[in-house]
């Protein structure tokens, strides 16, 4: 069966890539089951030859219209597929697709007919913004993970910037390596409309977007570094965590020495 990673190397590495975070999503215990998604454009390892290709499904509505994403081409996790088969076997359980002249439809490429997830239109909205915007950013990412998820049940953490402050202070790296800190929507249903504008929103400001007592959001260059800036809040969270099971509350960096990181690593004020 021809695969369109077939002589392609780069793109091969790309889908390597999302492989390699499938697993340690589903290592870290933050996929159960089919939880989780991944969507990467790939639109500049697309050669001509694929253009050509007939598509292998119908013609499917995305919901809405996306103006930056015509002809653009993604990966995306299968609808209803496990993170920890998508680790073994990419093209099995995901797909790619193409965004239709209309840009507001889509159509299955390769390998499989296998349906993207149904959080896919959430995740090109996400797309469409940060092509609006010029990023270099090119995939986004959601899981769920247990100590940031548990963190979002205690309603003080939930106000503007409490949580990014509380874990940007439980060590220097958090602040370096997710800069942008973390923005924070209220409960909304899963795959709702409402949810997808509410992100999209938190983007301007944040890079990680945690949806209320559901998981994280997060986009980045590839799929690595999305997953990165979550693994660094969730390091955060961890040892807020077990300070307070140990019977302290820990003391944190203070404003001083997080302002003190700020300036000596050049980062977002």
């Known amino acids: 069966m021809k695969s369109i990673l ?16 499938a697993g340690y999503l589903w290592q870290k215990g933050w996929a159960e089951r089919n939880g989780g998604n991944i969507v990467v454009n790939i639109t500049d390892l697309i050669d001509d030859e694929i253009k050509q290709w007939a598509p292998i499904s119908d013609v ?30 990419p093209m099995e359980n995901g797909s790619v697709i193409r965004i239709q002249d209309d840009c507001a439809s889509y159509v299955i490429i390769a390998d499989a007919p296998v349906k993207p997830t149904s959080e896919l239109p959430s995740h090109l909205c996400m797309h469409n913004h940060l092509l609006n915007k010029g990023s270099s950013y090119k995939a ?70 945690m949806w209320e007592k559901h998981g994280v959001c997060a986009v980045g260059e590839d799929i690595m570094a999305a997953f990165d800036q979550v693994d660094v809040l969730s390091k955060s969270a961890q040892i807020y965590i077990n300070a307070r099971s140990m019977g302290f509350m820990p003391d944190g960096m203070s404003q001083e020495q997080m302002k003190e990181m700020t300036v000596a690593f050049n980062l977002p004020k």
């Open 6 to 21: 077939d002589n392609r190397p780069a793109l091969g590495k790309e889908i390597n890539q999302v492989a390699e975070v």
């Open 140 to 209: 986004s990412l959601h899981t769920h993970p247990i100590d940031l998820i548990a963190m979002t049940h205690h309603q003080p953490f939930l106000q503007k910037d409490v949580l990014t402050n509380l874990l940007w202070s439980m060590i220097p790296e958090t602040k370096a390596f997710c800069p942008r800190g973390l923005g924070i929507i209220p409960y909304a249903l899963p795959s709702s409309v409402a949810l997808a504008e509410a992100t999209i929103v938190e983007l301007e400001e944040y890079d990680v977007v």
């Open 60 to 89: 499917v509505p995305i919901g809405t219209t996306l103006p930056y994403l015509k002809g653009c081409y993604f990966y995306c996790k299968g609808t209803n597929m496990r993170m920890r088969d998508l680790a073994r076997w």
